[in-house]
């Protein structure tokens, strides 16, 4: 294990573990380019699940009281099969193209949100076709979190309810993808050791994240989320 891939992946894992407890999500987006340039792609992508199993995880527990259980519910019956699917793709599909898709899909979703002003307020149900399509884009991407974001928020959700609610709904699509990718035999060695040695890093910047969106109103959580957005399509585009 190199030292200096340790360390750059921890201070990586614990900022956008920050991030990602500040804005519901992001942290993932922008540490696939990171892990990428350390490991490589296919080491990437599982490597990446196991740091966002432990850094969403610890998000549900920080926000516990405030989470919407049934919208949960509903955007696991969607994402686990199709994360299931996405996972035992990997190591076939063609990322590149997909992930320029997503880009345009982000950067389009801002657009919308303000030329509309009265976008309306999606269905619980609705949150099965969320699930289905991020599980299936997480399991080939590794993180496409900036894609629930806008039917979270037109939910109604915000700060502590987003954050908790969107986390409990990731972690039901990461424990399917883990077990596709054992499936086809993606977690090596060294993605285990790897995600297990950056564990502490992401629960330190989850905590720290947590101390800070309670300080912030909810107009400028917003904003940020959307900053967040065009940030993660500016990246799928020019090809992390």
């Not at 696939?32 to 699940?49: C, E, N, S």
Request: charged share 10%.
């Amino acid at each position: 294990m190199n030292v200096w891939q340790v360390l750059g992946a921890s201070a990586a894992a614990f900022l956008l573990a920050l991030l990602s407890a500040v804005a519901g999500f992001g942290g993932g987006v922008l540490l696939l380019p990171v892990f990428t340039a350390l490991f490589g792609l296919r080491t990437a992508v599982p490597m990446l699940t196991l740091t966002q199993l432990s850094s969403n995880g610890s998000r549900v527990w920080l926000n516990r009281k405030d989470i919407r259980w049934p919208l949960v519910g509903w955007f696991a019956l969607g994402a686990v099969p199709l994360a299931v699917a996405g996972g035992l793709l990997l190591a076939h599909a063609p990322l590149g193209a997909l992930k320029r898709m997503l880009g345009v899909f982000l950067i389009g979703v801002v657009v919308w949100r303000h030329l509309r002003r009265d976008p309306g307020k999606p269905g619980d149900k609705a949150f099965i076709g969320v699930g289905a399509a991020s599980g299936l884009g997480s399991a080939l991407l590794g993180s496409v979190g900036p894609l629930t974001a806008p039917f979270f928020l037109a939910y109604g959700l915000a700060r502590a309810a987003y954050i908790g609610t969107e986390a409990a709904s990731a972690l039901t699509m990461h424990l399917a993808k883990l077990g596709a990718y054992g499936a086809g035999d993606l977690l090596t060695r060294t993605v285990i050791v790897y995600g297990v040695v950056l564990t502490p890093a992401t629960l330190a910047g989850a905590w720290v994240g947590k101390r800070i969106v309670g300080r912030i109103s909810d107009r400028v959580f917003v904003l940020l989320v959307e900053a967040g957005l065009l940030l993660s399509g500016v990246l799928f585009l020019v090809g992390f």
